[in-house]
């Protein structure tokens, strides 16, 4: 466990939604930080998760976060951020960390990658260092790179991320993510081969069946729009060992797939408007409306951990794997990897079934600050985890300190990493 200590100030932007707020609690368990402030738009909900923290450390600050010289005005005399707040805001968050310099970041937002990447060179002047495309991202590539190490030459890196919760257990967020991912006219389905990236893959496409851990079981996955394709070719250990094939697939529960693939058999996406009553509507904003609805509505249950999901026998979760294949001595051979969420994650008295959820997304951002705070990580500009100088199996075993499970279901006979122990 890290234990440096860390007198400083620092910034949680969007520290209550529930995302980030698996970071503020990780901060409150393990961090030596002298002052976190809580930076959000949802004063009663940010109050409410100090109270269950219950920390002196903590204290609430209300942001405006379409207001860059809002931002400004937070940051201002912190030594460290995390960005939590969703990525409509992301170019307000780099403008303010721009103004004001100095600051050592992680960023939980991964659009827009070519345009956030060219801001690294005017970060680096401005004394910034940002970690950017953080989140759950880490804890994938960190199985990626924790997999091809055992390896001589690996031929095929096989992400899996098995997103486990009830169509009504949401954030606005989050729907919005899931339907990005289906629609058809995204090109950011992707997939690298050969040295090469292949975009524009069709929803529901390169299909495989993939065993999770329970209780998602043996589920049929599809490629997703995740940014692992197009990154993890930049970590050396990919380069190390020749990496041929990459890509990222996903697997929902059965409520999420039958409400996409209907809003793929009734044309929806193809569709720009409705007449309903005299009023021209869009049936995806409907749609997704009325599904962000019910998830805001369950989001003001707050609840003892073992009481969020009675509709089920299992906790809402993601589990996030890696499948690799390739040679060790001549030989073909494969390993699976799966980092598993610990349930209940918060040791609180009550908390939303959302923010339980998104606990594998704001500890690694919890994980990687501390990590940079404690010299581990010295980079600078904006970069991403496959540039970060990484040591995965540290941060694999900061997981598992925090309650996680690293499965290793299947390893090479003669893995590398065994022989050079």
Not at 104 to 115: H, I, Q
Not at 131 to 140: D, P, Q
Not at 346 to 361: H, S
Request: hydrophobic content about 35%; some cysteine.
């Amino acid at each position: 466990m890290l234990n440096c200590y860390m007198s400083s100030k620092t910034v949680v932007l969007g520290g209550s939604g529930a995302m980030a707020a698996g970071c503020v609690y990780d901060l409150h368990q393990t961090s030596d930080f002298d002052e976190i402030v809580v930076a959000d738009a949802d004063e009663e909900n940010a109050r409410r998760l100090l109270e269950v923290i219950d920390d002196d450390r903590f204290r609430f600050e209300s942001v405006d976060a379409t207001d860059t010289d809002d931002i400004v005005r937070v940051l201002e005399g912190a030594d460290y951020v995390v960005n939590g707040l969703p990525y409509p805001f992301e170019e307000n968050v780099l403008d303010a960390m721009q103004e004001v310099g100095d600051l050592t970041g992680v960023d939980l937002n991964a659009f827009d990658f070519e345009e956030v990447l060219d801001r690294s060179e005017e970060f680096a002047e401005a004394g910034n260092s940002l970690w950017f495309a953080n989140g759950g991202l880490v804890s994938t590539i960190a199985l990626g790179m924790a997999a091809c190490e055992r390896f001589d030459d690996v031929e095929d890196v096989n992400f899996y991320w098995g997103m486990w919760r009830l169509l009504t257990q949401t954030t606005p967020g989050l729907t919005d993510t899931v339907t990005y991912e289906h629609d058809p006219d995204v090109d950011e389905r992707a997939k690298w081969e050969d040295g090469e990236v292949i975009n524009d893959l069709p929803a529901f496409s390169e299909q495989r069946t993939f065993e999770f851990p329970d209780p998602i079981g043996e589920e049929d996955t599809y490629v997703i729009s995740h940014p692992e394709p197009v990154t993890f070719p930049k970590a050396p250990v990919a380069q190390a060992k020749n990496v041929d094939s990459i890509i990222t697939r996903g697997a929902w529960h059965e409520e999420w797939k039958r409400y996409e693939r209907t809003l793929h058999a009734s044309n929806a996406f193809e569709t720009d408007s409705l007449e309903v009553d005299g009023a021209e509507v869009d049936p995806i904003e409907v749609m997704q409306q009325q599904v962000k609805n019910q998830g805001l509505e369950l989001e003001t249950q707050w609840k003892p951990p073992e009481d969020l999901s009675p509709e089920t026998e299992w906790t809402p979760q993601t589990i996030l794997s890696a499948e690799v294949t390739g040679t060790v001595d001549g030989q073909d051979d494969r390993a699976v990897f799966h980092l598993e969420q610990p349930s209940p994650f918060f040791d609180v008295d009550e908390i939303t079934v959302m923010r339980e959820y998104g606990c594998y997304v704001g500890v690694p951002l919890s994980v990687t600050l501390q990590l940079m705070a404690d010299g581990a990580i010295d980079e600078d500009g904006i970069f991403i985890t496959e540039t970060s100088g990484l040591d995965a199996e540290r941060y694999l075993e900061e997981m598992e300190e925090r309650g996680f499970d690293f499965v290793t279901e299947e390893t090479p006979s003669k893995s590398i990493a065994a022989q050079s122990r």
